[in-house]
């Protein structure tokens, strides 16, 4: 359906299908093939919106999974139903209209390193299992981290030797050499280059070196993204999120600014707002920034549990004196007329512990006041390093007002609402509540 309807509510949405390029899928509207953002842009001509909100959402989005986020978010926002009255007051006519935005983002499966068909990747076991099903099981799996890694020869023939290895010995005490040189080539044809703090999403890490990984992700209190003990294919997991930085920047730069772009002709007197979570603020900060920039400024930028270096909308990065932040063009080009928003969760695992071990490094894995480490998510620690003062708040029920300021960025501190989910993640997901609603709707009002 080329419209969602959010049951229960009066809201819907638009969700518009991009495949890992970041190319539009075309969609079948009354029969015949056609892109939906065409679909869109008619209506925008013809019924004028007030407020439109694009949404993009971050890791482990497939198409089911794009639709289950972006129904819980708006229902979430649907339920507030004093913010609607406020924007109403605030907008005689208040018409909005909401855009989800889906692109390929699943770096890995959890189920795919457990028993996975006919071929067990427990720890520590060799297992033989029938010599057919073994190969195709094992070409799926090079298949689908061909497709999140890179698609090569090289990279292919890579993945195999992992995972030979890992059906011989899944938690060796050290990487063979063969095993080594197969994750170096992995690296080397994903071809995302290793940065440092100043890099580009993807980018921003340190020279990947799997034997250091390795050993970082076995002494590690859990490894990465993974729900049982260390093994060699966590680093896997690690190169195949990176990459999705990588995929995140891409999309955000390419498909997704060209939609904002095409929504602003449609609509010249709507006020546009921008909302992410984890990778998807990659996403809205790429369709900002850069010397591509959209027609105007939006009016409202909201990043939740931001997986995105917390350097990144600095002009001179602490850690990288002279070098900016990826997005610093975004403040100093002043491409966000209202608040930028920002939440930050001492619970979320996926950030405070999983994003620093992926760009290469521990040791800062910790949640500590004033304590800024050199690679860092903005959902552990906020916008950080900039020049004019940041707002750090609380985040408040959903019956208090914020009284957000145009052009002002506000780190919200919000471990006592983004708060629950177990496993490898904890609350990085926790985000569909009346709490991180009203912090969308205060935005867009502020």
């Known amino acids: 359906?080329?419209?969602?309807?959010?049951?229960?509510?009066?809201?819907?949405?638009?969700?518009?299908?991009?495949?890992?390029?970041?190319?539009?899928?075309?969609?079948?509207?009354?029969?015949?093939?056609?892109?939906l953002s065409d679909a869109v842009m008619q209506k925008l001509r013809k019924d004028s919106a007030t407020d439109i909100f694009i949404m993009s959402h971050g890791w482990k989005g497939d198409v089911p999974a794009a639709r289950d986020q972006y129904e819980r978010w708006i229902r979430a926002m649907a339920m507030n139903s004093a913010d609607l009255e406020k924007m109403h007051a605030k907008r005689p006519g208040f018409s909005p209209l909401i855009i989800g935005l889906h692109w390929p983002s699943q770096p890995w499966g959890d189920e795919e390193f457990g028993n996975a068909g006919n071929v067990s990747f427990g720890v520590g076991v060799v297992n033989a299992p029938a010599?057919?099903?073994a190969a195709d099981n094992l070409d799926t799996l090079i298949d689908r981290y061909a497709c999140r890694i890179a698609d090569t020869p090289r990279a292919r023939?890579?993945?195999?030797?992992?995972?030979?290895?890992?059906?011989?010995?899944?938690?060796?005490?050290?990487?063979?050499?063969?095993?080594?040189?197969?994750?170096?080539?992995?690296?080397?044809?994903?071809?995302m280059g290793s940065e440092g703090a100043a890099g580009a999403p993807g980018a921003d890490r340190e020279p990947f070196d799997a034997e250091r990984s390795y050993q970082l992700v076995r002494t590690d209190i859990a490894s990465f993204g993974g729900s049982g003990s260390p093994g060699i294919l966590d680093l896997l997991r690690q190169l195949s999120f990176w990459k999705m930085k990588e995929r995140a920047l891409h999309f955000g730069e390419n498909g997704a600014r060209d939609l904002l772009v095409k929504i602003q002709q449609a609509a010249p007197d709507a006020h546009v707002h921008l909302m992410g979570h984890s990778f998807g603020c990659i996403v809205v900060s790429a369709m900002l920034a850069g010397a591509s920039a959209p027609v105007r400024p939006v009016s409202s930028?909201?990043?939740?549990?931001?997986?995105?270096?917390?350097?990144?909308?600095?002009?001179?990065?602490?850690?990288?004196?002279?070098?900016?932040?990826?997005?610093?063009?975004?403040?100093?080009k002043q491409r966000v007329s209202g608040p930028i928003v920002a939440t930050q969760s001492r619970f979320d695992k996926a950030l405070g512990k999983y994003y620093p071990l992926g760009a290469g490094l521990a040791g800062q894995i910790v949640y500590e006041a004033g304590a800024l480490p050199r690679y860092a998510a903005v959902g552990t620690y906020g916008i950080a390093g900039m020049n004019d003062p940041v707002h750090g708040l609380d985040m408040l029920s959903a019956a208090a007002d914020y009284e957000f300021h145009?052009?002002?960025?506000?780190?919200?501190e919000s471990s006592a609402f983004i708060c629950d989910g177990d496993g490898p993640s904890g609350a990085h997901s926790d985000i569909a509540k009346a709490e991180t609603a009203h912090v969308v709707w205060e935005a867009a009002r502020g």
């Open 1 to 35: 359906m080329p419209y969602e309807n959010v049951s229960g509510t009066n809201l819907g949405y638009y969700l518009i299908n991009h495949d890992e390029n970041g190319a539009e899928r075309q969609e079948t509207i009354n029969g015949a093939a056609q892109f």
């Open 131 to 133: 010599p057919a099903a």
């Open 157 to 191: 023939a890579a993945l195999k030797t992992i995972f030979d290895a890992a059906l011989v010995d899944i938690a060796p005490q050290h990487l063979s050499d063969e095993a080594r040189r197969a994750f170096a080539t992995l690296d080397a044809e994903a071809a």
């Open 301 to 332: 930028l909201v990043l939740m549990q931001g997986a995105l270096s917390l350097w990144s909308y600095c002009r001179d990065i602490p850690v990288a004196p002279g070098k900016p932040g990826y997005f610093h063009s975004i403040v100093d």
């Open 406 to 412: 145009p052009g002002k960025i506000y780190n919200l």
